[in-house]
């Protein structure tokens, strides 16, 4: 023993190495027997030109295990109370042996001959085997190749067979003509030339909607992509057709201002558009809720309060919701029940979700991307400044406000309970305002603890250009569109995430004008605060940026908590195994291809696990 250390000489053919115990030296030295052959684990460190392992594990080698080199040993999580109750790595390694021993052929196998072969797969239980005592490097990839193919081969094929029932057994209202309402706003009042991605979305609609399937489509497209002109002409789709259609955002503030633009690009067409959030009064209800029910009521824009009950249509042909992660399953439900047949349904979201995810999370539904901005619009110019230039950055925003722009300055409130947050926010707030003086500037302050009405008033005076500052929190992620405000300024920058940088980037770069993005920060940064800061400097291209962030943060958090947990993967990484994702979801598609009811007596094994899947798993997918 050298001071509190008991060191003990471990050699085998290929050399020797260190056994290290710091506590229990008596025992081990009465345990110990000197040139006696043992299997040793551990983890392996090299100091000092010599390898040493700490605190190993030990047994006797039995006669058959000597000479041997026993390459790997599997690891298994433990406690420190299971450790001190002797669950050690050895005891669960001596119990999955026994398992094994004891059960073989326990282990029915899932996948259909066919594919096995093809794909020269591991069967079942040798990959369960292997992945808890592979013989060697390749046994283990090959094990784990299997299994990682398997999960993701079974989430596919739940995906795809949801898609499969829904397209058979739920009808929709095909919208069979391309009437006067689409073609006079095509030729006469769009605002500019389609691009090619709208284009292209326009006609995947159409084509959904000209058939006798309900529509479940997600249209992705980043921040000032253009996703309302599409919506829009879905609607009068929709009109030309005798149906009605109805749009319905997250808060009021948005339902206003989808209102308004929407009455701005209809002009004088003869379209009927009405607004119902919850602050519409009753008296103005009852003639809406009339016209609705008699058919007088092209367009119905709103909040949550489309969804009650006593909101009912005369024949509801299509739902817009947009950004569908703020409303619940059970509300866009609702919307079912409106008419006998249901609605098509096309779902807007302004935030990227990587393709890998999308086939992950979304598999069932189908997906449109806009990925082209509408001609004029310049890409934002990002930044990077530490604090000690803030005085230069002051300086910019004078400069600005000088040429008639507005500012945002954006604090990270992450919970609105944080005292410290809120003085941040607070303490922001009053630097600005001596930075920035009355009667020559005006600044306004929306945050997450004011009432709603009041809210909704600061937002009112910075659209109408009564303040030329509005400092902030992240309230404004997904807000309100204006197209005068050129600058965003993101105080602590690195307390964002990727996404959340992007959405409120997006908040500026609406109007004709160059924008700018400016990163704030201190010196000191983590390695990953700088990758996301260094990519939002690189790209304004919202589905890199959500690459990036996945791979940063993994589907659970990119999704919020909302979806964390869906997927529920044991052993596969959407971000690290997309490839065999991929392969996957082209045998599932296969599969039903050739066997939509997996029927067929080959592909029993199939049916079999994925009936016990199925009652075990929820999939929150369906938009409607």
Request: proline residues 4%; hydrophobic residues 40%; charged residues 25%.
């Amino acid at each position: 023993a050298r001071g509190s250390r008991l060191v003990a000489t471990f050699a085998d053919q290929t050399g020797e190495m260190e056994l290290v115990w710091f506590r229990g030296h008596k025992w081990i030295r009465e345990s110990l027997k000197l040139n006696v052959p043992y299997v040793i684990f551990g983890r392996l460190q090299y100091f000092n030109g010599r390898f040493s392992m700490p605190h190993p594990e030990m047994e006797l080698a039995q006669e058959h295990q000597q000479g041997i080199r026993v390459a790997m040993q599997p690891v298994y999580p433990s406690t420190e109370k299971l450790q001190k109750k002797g669950i050690t790595n050895r005891l669960m390694n001596k119990l999955q042996q026994q398992l094994f021993s004891e059960l073989p052929g326990a282990f029915a196998e899932t996948l259909p001959d066919k594919l096995i072969e093809e794909l020269r797969l591991s069967s079942k239980s040798k990959a369960l085997f292997h992945i808890h005592f592979p013989k060697n490097q390749e046994a283990l990839s090959k094990a784990q190749f299997r299994l990682k193919f398997e999960e993701f081969f079974y989430i596919q094929l739940q995906l795809l067979f949801k898609k499969q029932m829904r397209k058979q057994k739920i009808k929709g209202m095909p919208f069979e003509k391309v009437g006067d309402y689409f073609n006079r706003f095509y030729q006469e009042h769009l605002p500019f030339q389609l691009t090619g991605a709208q284009q292209r979305v326009i006609k995947e609609i159409r084509a959904d909607l000209g058939s006798n399937a309900q529509m479940n489509r997600l249209l992705q497209g980043d921040v000032g992509s253009g996703k309302t002109i599409v919506a829009l002409m879905a609607m009068l789709l929709a009109i030309d057709n005798d149906y009605q259609a109805c749009l319905v955002a997250p808060t009021e503030i948005l339902a206003v201002q989808h209102y308004n633009g929407l009455k701005e690009l209809l002009g004088d067409m003869g379209v009927t558009i009405a607004l119902l959030t919850g602050s519409v009064k009753q008296r103005d209800r009852k003639p809406l809720h009339e016209a609705l029910r008699e058919g007088s009521l092209n367009i119905l824009v709103g909040t949550h309060a489309v969804l009650e009950d006593k909101v009912r249509f005369k024949n509801l042909g299509l739902a817009i919701i947009d950004e569908q992660h703020r409303f619940g399953v059970a509300q866009r439900a609702k919307l079912w029940h409106k008419n006998q047949l249901p609605p098509h349904v096309l779902v807007m979201t302004a935030t990227p979700i990587p393709r890998t995810l999308a086939m992950s999370l979304y598999g069932d539904l189908d997906i449109s991307v806009i990925d082209e901005l509408p001609p004029g619009r310049k890409p934002i110019r990002t930044v990077h400044r530490f604090d000690a230039n803030r005085l230069k950055v002051f300086r910019f925003i004078r400069d600005e406000i000088q040429k008639g722009r507005q500012v945002y300055i954006v604090y990270p409130l992450i919970q609105e309970s944080e005292a410290l947050d809120y003085k941040d926010l607070m303490d922001g707030y009053e630097s600005v305002v001596r930075e920035f003086p009355q009667p020559e500037y005006q600044v306004s302050i929306v945050h997450g603890q004011m009432k709603a009405e009041d809210k909704d008033y600061e937002m009112e005076r910075f659209l109408k250009k009564e303040t030329q500052i509005m400092v902030a929190t992240t309230v404004i992620e997904v807000g309100v569109n204006v197209p005068n405000a050129s600058v965003m300024i993101i105080e602590s920058a690195e307390r964002f995430g990727l996404s959340q940088l992007h959405q409120l980037r997006g908040r500026v770069g609406r109007g004709a004008d160059q924008s700018y993005c400016i990163l704030m920060t201190g010196q000191k940064l983590s390695s990953e605060a700088k990758t996301r800061l260094e990519t939002m400097v690189r790209t304004n291209d919202g589905f890199e940026i959500a690459e990036v962030d996945l791979k940063l943060r993994g589907p659970g958090d990119l999704m919020g908590t909302q979806q964390s947990g869906v997927l529920n993967l044991k052993i596969a990484d959407v971000v690290r195994d997309r490839d065999i994702l991929q392969t996957a979801r082209y045998y599932a598609q296969q599969l039903l291809k050739q066997d939509p009811e997996l029927g067929a007596p080959e592909n029993l094994a199939v049916r079999v696990a994925y009936s016990r899947l199925s009652r075990h798993k929820d999939i929150w997918t369906y938009i409607s």
